[in-house]
């Protein structure tokens, strides 16, 4: 990434990348793959509330707001049958 856009956005974007990318990755080396699957199990005692909140740092992050919106524009109007 150019300085610019550092600047401009801070390392949000890397860090979020390497959160979502180190796991899997680690999972293919046999030394750290016990501790990538322990992890997981530990995720599924996090509050379902803390899940919205991490997908709207990501959403917030990588700009997905607009794309957000349309779609919950789309289905409320598809289930009001408008």
């Known amino acids: 990434l150019d300085r610019?856009?550092?600047?401009d956005r801070g390392l949000k974007d890397e860090f979020i990348l390497l959160?979502?990318?180190?796991?899997?990755?680690?999972s293919f080396i046999p030394d750290y793959a016990e501790y990538v699957q322990e992890?997981?199990?530990?995720?599924?005692?996090v509050p379902e509330y803390y899940?919205?909140?991490?997908?709207?740092?990501?959403i917030d992050t990588f700009g997905f707001r607009s794309m957000v919106r349309y779609l919950l524009e789309f289905f409320s109007f598809k289930f009001r049958g408008k």
């Open 4 to 7: 610019v856009s550092l600047k």
């Open 19 to 26: 959160v979502v990318f180190v796991p899997l990755i680690l």
């Open 39 to 45: 992890g997981f199990k530990a995720l599924e005692f």
């Open 51 to 58: 899940w919205y909140i991490v997908g709207a740092v990501v």
